[in-house]
């Protein structure tokens, strides 16, 4: 996860106007382009300080165009709020750009499970079932919902039993389990598909963070690998958006990398996405 400080000296008199602007800015950038949150502040030394996370640093720089004129693929109107940020400035200081090492902001951690973790299954399998259940309720995907998913998880928890390249994680907040995924290589080990990623209905306010966890968690379980990809369906338009969020590309070619993907998704009903690892890097995933 990346991480940016801005400082800078506003004009007297245009506060409201870049509170107003950057307000703007910053929800679009977390709805559209990948960012996973902001906040403003006043010093008491009378600078303003914008504090920014995002899943790397590729993400955030094709984004923002720092102190050059905003990039011609953001909208019009998302230009022209970035000129007034630059506009009512009067002096700024030089950004603080940071990796994040440790995020105890949400007190997030993860466990990895085990073939003798049966208990702890059960509950990665209650938070899916019930994820679905509730994110599916209207979508009509398939005549049983139920029966479906039961069908899916207990395929999940079999191949969790014979493949050892599969991973499955749960994450607790503090104490209280609020996330679980499987995930593994695909037949080229540089890409790891997720293979599934819901988290507990009751956290849906912190459900990128949850997911950024995972995400680093799976980067660190794969170092060498190139990309993650996640295959989601396409009347789950949640996901979708969560997945763009990220800074996921929607890319029908995963199709033809792999004959796992080929096999196991119906492209009539699936699209894919894909994002390349670099330094740092974090997703928003889905299988289902």
């Known amino acids: 996860m990346f991480a940016v400080i801005y400082r800078v000296y506003i004009k007297p008199g245009r506060e409201a106007d870049y509170q107003a602007a950057w307000k ?20 008491d030394e009378g600078y303003w300080v914008a504090y920014s996370r995002w899943p790397d640093k590729a993400t955030r720089d094709n984004s923002w165009p720092g102190d050059n004129a905003p990039s011609e693929q953001l909208p019009a109107d998302i230009r022209a709020a ?18 994040v090492v440790a995020d105890f902001l949400c007190n997030l951690t993860v466990y990895e499970l085990t073939k003798s973790d049966p208990e702890k299954l059960k509950t990665g399998h209650d938070i899916f079932m019930n994820y679905f259940l509730d994110l ?26 014979t493949q050892d390249d599969l991973h499955a994680i749960l994450v607790y907040l503090r104490d209280k389990p609020v996330g679980f995924s499987t995930f593994g290589p695909l037949e ?29 968690h799976v980067r660190q379980r794969f170092p060498k690998s190139k990309e993650m990809v996640i295959m989601v369906r396409k009347a789950n338009t949640h996901h979708q958006e969560l997945c763009l969020r990220a800074g996921f590309l929607q890319d029908d070619g995963v199709f033809g990398k792999s004959n796992y993907i080929r096999t ?14 670099t330094i740092s890097s974090e997703l928003i995933p889905k299988q289902f």
């Open 82 to 99: 970035i000129v007034t940020l630059q506009d009512c400035g009067d002096r700024k200081l030089p950004e603080i750009c940071m990796d």
């Open 264 to 277: 196991t998704y119906d492209p009539a009903s699936y699209f894919g996405y894909f994002k390349g690892l």
């Open 136 to 161: 599916y309720k209207d979508l009509h995907i398939e005549p049983d919902t139920k029966s479906y998913l039961t069908k899916i998880m207990d395929a999940t928890q079999r191949a969790l039993e």
């Open 188 to 216: 080229n080990p540089d890409s790891i598909l997720i293979r599934t990623l819901p988290i507990n209905p009751e956290y849906r306010n912190i459900e990128l963070d949850i997911r950024n966890t995972i995400a680093s």
């Open 24 to 43: 703007q800015v910053a929800c679009y950038f977390m709805q559209h382009r990948g960012a996973i949150g902001s906040c403003l502040h006043r010093s």
